[in-house]
């Protein structure tokens, strides 16, 4: 069965916040990893923040009933999947492994509700034929169809990026490699064709490079006739004052790049750091089941006056 081609844009487009809007509403391509929490981090109050970042807001919130040994039940369970070599101990940067999958679980589950929808022989793979057929087969039955959409060129970019994803180039996506697909913006070896995406959707005339111009006219719609919001004037003073690094008046490669993937403050490597240097009681650099479990509290539990609180919701019903 042939899907349309319209709820699956997205896989051509840039995975970013770039949507129709109204002309005054800024449009922002750049990309930011999402917080590990909503919740102020500070550990003197309670461990919220570093439940979250650990779990994930969702995960984090099934451990709020549960009881100090049930906890640790689950913790133990947990640290088996974070100790990737499996030498019994987790490191700092297994942590800091985990902790990204946790940050980028929302982007894991948009993959997982799509998968379905491509893998159409269920061999647990994503081969570029039923991507393509799937994606792009009503255009494929009638190649002379004019309906606004230049699929060739859709097709086209999409097979580039595949190609970029197939990391062994068989033409056919595990699961890592499709998620590579679906959120370039997530993997090293993808921030390339990222980049000239981009470029291509913003550079009209064609040079290779993104003027002024070309700039505010992908940030900012001109159509209406009105007074320029302040947001336009200033996005002109960082295009020169921070944008275009070597003052030639536009942006290549590596300034488009700054731009769009700009180098964030890692906040899972700094949470990662904190949670070692708090359990760690040897002071060997990495962590034991042991420690881990003796500082439950820190990592999922809930402390001991919440469960009360905990048991007493209970009672109430």
């Known amino acids: 069965m042939k899907m349309e081609i319209r709820p699956l844009l997205m896989c051509f487009a840039l995975c970013v916040v770039y949507a129709t809007s109204k002309p005054t ?45 049930e906890s640790k039940n689950r913790l133990g369970k947990i640290v088996d999947k974070i100790d990737a070599d499996e030498d019994g101990f987790v490191t700092e940067a297994e942590l800091k492994a985990w902790i990204k999958k946790a940050q980028k679980k929302y982007i894991y589950d948009n993959v997982e509700r799509q998968w379905k929808d491509f893998d159409m022989n269920n061999d647990g793979m994503i081969s570029w034929d039923e991507y393509k057929n799937v994606t792009y087969g009503t255009y494929l039955d009638d190649p002379e169809s004019d309906d606004g959409y230049n699929y060739k060129q859709m097709m086209a970019r999409d097979e580039r990026r ?78 020169s004052e921070f944008r275009d690094k070597n003052k030639d008046g536009k942006m290549d490669k590596v300034e488009t790049m700054d731009w769009i993937l700009p180098a964030n403050y890692d906040h899972a490597e700094a949470e990662a750091k904190h949670l070692v240097y708090e359990s760690d009681t040897n002071k060997d650099g990495k962590l034991s089941k042991e420690e881990i ?25």
């Open 25 to 69: 509403e800024k449009k922002d391509r750049a990309h930011h990893d999402a917080p590990l929490s909503s919740k102020e981090h500070d550990d003197g109050t309670n461990f919220d923040y570093d439940h979250d970042a650990f779990l994930g807001e969702n995960e984090a919130k099934t451990f709020d009933d549960l009881t100090p040994e």
């Open 162 to 239: 595949f190609k970029m994803a197939d990391g062994n180039g068989d033409h056919i996506a595990d699961k890592e490699e499709f998620t590579a697909f679906l959120h370039p913006e997530e993997y090293e070896h993808m921030k390339d064709i990222v980049v000239l995406e981009t470029m291509e959707d913003i550079d009209k005339n064609g040079d290779g490079f993104i003027d002024l111009k070309e700039y505010i006219g992908d940030m900012y719609n001109h159509e209406d006739e009105m007074d320029e919001p302040e947001w336009v004037a200033t996005e002109r003073e960082q295009f």
């Open 293 to 317: 479990l003796n500082k439950y509290d820190l990592f999922v539990g809930s402390q001991a006056t919440d469960f009360g609180e905990a048991l007493v919701r209970h009672d109430e019903f």
